[in-house]
Nanobody
Framework: QVQLVESGGGLVQAGDSLRLSCAAS????????MGWFRQAPGKENEFVAG????????YYADSVKGRFTISRDNAKNTVYLQMNSLKPEDTAVYYC????????????????WGQGTQVTVSS
């Protein structure tokens, strides 16, 4: 079983930056594809960014491409989401997700989820 714990959310103004972290435990981190998803009030959970097991391949939702960067440090069992040029529409609960042996692009592909961290962007 893999446990995921997100941190780094908060209240910021439009144009600011935040870095989210997701610490993993209970498994061999380097064997898991990792991803970030988000859910805004009244909306479905949506894919934000993902990376391969070694971090060499990354991919993003069109809405965040060029502003967000996903990375991972397998020595620290941690995946990050650097969010720049934040917009009010980025306001959501952000979730970290893991999938054994493969990448994640869809919610149903994730085997493990964190508890989420709130990101609020004011205009």
């Amino acid at each position: 079983q893999v446990q995921l714990v997100e941190s780094g959310g908060g209240l910021v103004q439009a144009g600011d930056s935040l870095r989210l972290s997701c610490a993993a435990s209970g498994g061999t981190f380097s064997l898991y594809g990792m991803g970030w998803f988000r859910q805004a009030p009244g909306k479905e959970n949506e894919f934000v960014a993902g990376c391969s097991r070694n971090g060499g391949n990354t991919y993003y939702a069109d809405s965040v491409k060029g502003r967000f960067t996903i990375s991972r440090d397998n020595a620290k069992n941690t995946v990050y989401l650097q969010m720049n040029s934040l917009k009010p529409e980025d306001t959501a609960v952000y979730y970290c997700a893991a999938r054994f042996g493969a990448t994640i692009r869809e919610t149903y592909e994730a085997g493990y989820w964190g508890q989420g961290t709130q990101v609020t962007v004011s205009s």
